[in-house]
């Protein structure tokens, strides 16, 4: 596609659901990065994908979060029993051989 | 703790006037991007700079790498509201692919 496509643009649900956030990056895009932005904390990196594979899972803030990357395109980011302090905006960016990455609009994950 | 220093963090000028970000860090950086993030949107990418010392304008914008690569500055002439938004720094270490942003800067322009 011509851009980073996420989905759902925002999600509600409620403290202890699981939740799937998916990821459609440009087409050709090797490399795939999860950040999460919350209010006045910039952006915090959670995962980074080469292809269909992770080589970098140490933004992972617990064992509740889990992402694959499937035909080195889509990108799912699950998180499950989900916490209130897991609400914040999660992006999703693709970037080709070095260059700036191209950031989705995001997906707004409010736990209640 | 932040790798990257933005200042200052919010900023509200009027039409017409001049402004200045900075991104501070201790780090040395093989390259360093500016964004910018308009609510709810994701960041887009303005300018990447990799030589020390390096400067680009881009029309109205003006981007400085440090000579140390470790800061940079966005100077903004003659800002309009469309120059309205949160800007971000993003710094490439030399052994990591992934980058470190900094808070970022809200920038207002008031009509």
């Known amino acids: 596609g011509a851009g980073v496509s996420q989905s759902p643009s925002n999600k509600v649900t409620e403290k202890g659901k699981d939740v799937e956030l998916r990821c459609d990056p440009i087409s050709g895009h090797t490399a795939l990065y999860w950040y999460r932005q919350s209010l006045g904390q910039g952006l915090e990196f959670l995962i980074y994908?080469?292809?269909?594979?992770?080589?970098?899972k140490s933004g992972l803030p617990s064992d509740r979060f889990s992402a694959e990357r499937t035909g080195g395109s889509v990108s799912t980011l699950t998180i499950q029993r989900t916490q209130q302090e897991d609400s914040a905006v999660y992006l999703c960016?693709?970037?080709?051989?070095?260059?700036?990455?191209?950031f989705g609009s995001g997906t707004r994950l409010t736990v209640v | 703790t932040q790798l990257l220093e933005q200042s200052p963090q919010f900023l509200s000028i009027q039409e017409g006037e001049n402004l200045t970000v900075y991104c501070n860090s201790s780090?040395?950086?093989?390259?360093l991007q500016w964004y910018r993030q308009e609510p709810g949107e994701g960041p887009v990418l303005l300018v990447t700079?990799?030589?020390?010392?390096e400067v680009k304008k881009l029309k109205r914008l003006t981007f400085q790498f440090g000579d140390a690569r470790k800061d940079s500055s966005l100077h903004i002439t003659a800002a309009q509201p469309g120059d309205t938004g949160l800007y971000l720094c993003?710094?490439?270490?030399?052994?990591?692919?992934?980058?470190?942003f900094g808070a970022g800067t809200t920038v207002t322009v008031r009509a």
């Open positions: 994908f080469q292809g269909n594979s992770a080589p970098d």
């Open positions: 700079v990799v030589t020390g010392g």
């Open positions: 960016a693709s970037s080709h051989q070095d260059r700036g990455y191209t």
């Open positions: 780090s040395v950086f093989s390259s």
């Open positions: 993003a710094g490439g270490p030399w052994d990591d692919y992934k980058l470190s």
